[in-house]
Antibody, heavy 129, light 109 residues
Framework: QVQLVQSGAEVKKPGSSVKVSCKASGGTFSSYAISWVRQAPGQGLEWMGGIIPIFGTANYAQKFQGRVTITADESTSTAYMELSSLRSEDTAVYYC??????????????????????WGQGTLVTVSS | EIVLTQSPGTLSLSPGERATLSCRASQSVSSSYLAWYQQKPGQAPRLLIYGASSRATGIPDRFSGSGSGTDFTLTISRLEPEDFAVYYCQQYGSSSSITFGQGTRLEIK
């Protein structure tokens, strides 16, 4: 069973950066994309971008281009999301998520797309002066 | 970017009733790459439906999904008390931009 465990809550000043980690256990880390999704207080879900560890190249939502960097370390089965130039509107819970394992009817290995069957517990990032 | 619009914003029903939630896309969702999630307060979302109509592992059969192209529906046949939550649709057909709907809140009447 795949588990995604994220780093703890952060409090940051406006203009600074934050780096959140997501450690995977169980399953195959390298072949499946890890995506990052955020949720501002009382708001909906927003996809930020994702990475397929074996390829190492990340895709980002246009809104976050230039401000977010997603990386993955295959040796530790850990993905990272770094968001820079933080502002108060970035206060949110940040989740990492992954598609389901391949089945007889569908397989999302090697593709950034896919429904998110596994989720981290979420990391609250608070941006405040 | 594909924009997903969910309706209604809030749905008030009683346990035992049938719930019908809608998700409309601004352009066709390729290969029915459409998923539905349930989220309860303080929890991560839970995958219910993928591929527009396939139930995820462990999801009760009172949950069903249908639709194609730009119009999709999540149906809960008989509401249980634990089904009252917020529901999101998501399209994942374009790997360059995955998007979510704004959510439908299902509340107890």
């Amino acid at each position: 069973q795949v588990q995604l465990v994220q780093s703890g809550a952060e409090v940051k000043k406006p203009g600074s950066s934050v780096k959140v980690s997501c450690k995977a256990s169980g399953g195959t880390f390298s072949s499946y994309a890890i995506s990052w999704v955020r949720q501002a207080p009382g708001q909906g879900l927003e996809w930020m971008g994702g990475i397929i560890p074996i390829f190492g190249t990340a895709n980002y939502a246009q809104k976050f281009q230039g401000r977010v960097t997603i990386t993955a370390d295959e040796s530790t089965s850990t993905a990272y999301m770094e968001l820079s130039s933080l502002r108060s509107e970035d206060t949110a819970v940040y989740y990492c998520a992954r598609p389901p394992d391949c089945s007889s009817t569908s397989c999302y290995a090697g593709t950034l797309g896919g429904p998110f069957d596994y989720w981290g517990q979420g990391t609250l990032v608070t941006v405040s002066s | 970017e594909i924009v997903l619009t969910q309706s209604p914003g809030t749905l008030s029903l009683s346990p035992g009733e049938r719930a019908t939630l809608s998700c409309r896309a601004s352009q066709s969702v390729s290969s029915s790459y459409l998923a539905w999630y349930q989220q309860k307060p303080g929890q991560a979302p839970r995958l219910l439906i993928y591929g527009a109509s396939s139930r995820a592992t462990g999801i009760p059969d009172r949950f069903s999904g249908s639709g194609s192209g730009t119009d999709f529906t999540l149906t809960i046949s008989r509401l249980e008390p634990e089904d009252f939550a917020v529901y999101y649709c998501q399209q994942y057909g374009s790997s360059s931009s995955i998007t979510f709907g704004q959510g439908t809140r299902l509340e107890i009447k």
